[in-house]
């Protein structure tokens, strides 16, 4: 009898343990930030930081996204990468609408298509808006940024689900002007597709983490159900470039996060 209740006692705690680490890895968002190291960064440049939020899926935290605004503005960013995967078919637009305003007012924002956004016909409603608030929709071209007498690229690429006849990625960073080069694109399959891609960094996205993490695994899953699936969080080198790979906000999977919180990505780019 004393047996069968601690096994019962035993039971209860890993389900409510489970419960717990559940709704946090789902409602709690988390900082990360990475210190990324070029000899070749313009002096000016350094200690930029790039806030990069990816994968959000229309998902909100806190009234008007108020928990996520937080989070972005205690990160003190220079400007804000959104990789694509922004909004969904579930995503109220509305919502949207409302944190592309705040973002706007913390600083620059820069933008790049994910899959959903075309698979869901959302371009055009998104441009709307990011013609409203001064969000720059990088499609496949690039900006340069300006300090002083340096300067540094920031390009980005539209997702492959656009349209059939757009320039590839490789053709795109070919055609990139000398310097130090940053390459937003949504996917995070640079590393196998174009590892000798001529650029610095590649910020991306779309593994949601691997959704369900584990200690010393890393992502169980991704989004299409692939086991153990490559390149789901962190930074990769590819020998050519660095490539950080965020595990986004939101989630499309059919299965809840675990141990794998809705993550706003910072990275901070040094000289040296
Ligand atoms: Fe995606």
Known sequence: MRKKHGLLKMMVTAAVLCSALLADSNLRVV???YTLRYSTLPREFDGLRIVQLSDLHGGVWGRDNAVLLKRVRE??????ALTGDLADKSTRLSDIDTLLAALCAIAPVYY????????????EPLRAMFERYGVRYLRNEYVTLRSGEASLILAGVEDPNGW??????????????????VLLGHRNYWIWNYPALPVDLILCGHAHG?????????????????????????????????????????????????????EVVVAVLRRG
């Open 31 to 33: 900082t990360t930030e």
């Open 164 to 181: 059939a006849d757009q320039p590839k990625p490789d053709e795109v960073a070919d055609g990139l002007p000398e310097g130090f080069r």
């Open 75 to 80: 990160a003190k960013p220079d400007l804000i």
């Open 210 to 262: 691997g959704v369900i993490r584990l200690p010393f695994v890393g992502g169980v899953l991704d989004h299409h159900l692939t086991l153990f699936p490559g390149f789901t969080s962190g930074v990769y080198h590819s020998g050519r470039y660095d490539m950080l790979v965020s595990r986004g906000l939101g989630n499309t999977s059919g299965f809840p996060r675990f141990l794998n919180n809705p």
């Open 112 to 123: 790049v298509s994910g899959n959903h956004e075309w698979t869901n016909r959302l371009i």
